[in-house]
């Protein structure tokens, strides 16, 4: 079993930054594609992105390119989105995710139903 943790959530004004954390449970975590996910009130919950198990590869959805960074700390079982040039509708419920489905290096998955694990949520608001 895999236990995920995200912290970082808050208030923050347009423009501004945050950076989420995901902290993982287990010693295989060098194993799991990692994703960052979101949901807002009344949508559907959404890819924002997500890293290969080594770190090697990454996607991020149009909506954030060039905005957003992922990346992980294997040997502390972290995630992390850094998240720049906020804007009020990058609101939502952010949601840290894992698989084990591709546990090569180079692989990452786009498809939110082959995640298993699923932290609680983390709140962003971008305020204008």
């Known amino acids: 079993q895999v236990q995920l943790v995200e912290s970082g959530g808050g208030l923050v004004q347009a423009g501004g930054s945050l950076r989420l954390s995901c902290a993982s449970s287990?010693?295989?975590?060098?194993?799991?594609?990692m994703g960052w996910f979101r949901q807002a009130p009344g949508k559907e919950r959404e890819l924002v992105s997500t890293i290969s198990a080594s770190g090697l590869r990454t996607y991020y959805a149009d909506s954030v390119k060039g905005r957003f960074t992922i990346s992980r700390d294997n040997a502390k079982n972290t995630v992390y989105l850094q998240m720049n040039s906020l804007k009020p509708e990058d609101t939502a419920v952010y949601y840290c995710?894992?698989?084990?489905?591709?546990?090569?290096?180079?692989?990452?998955?786009?498809?939110?139903?082959?995640?298993?694990?699923w932290g609680q949520g983390t709140q962003v608001t971008v305020s204008s």
């Open positions: 287990g010693r295989t975590f060098n194993r799991y594609v």
């Open positions: 995710a894992a698989t084990d489905r591709y546990p090569s290096s180079t692989q990452y998955s786009r498809n939110i139903y082959e995640y298993d694990y």
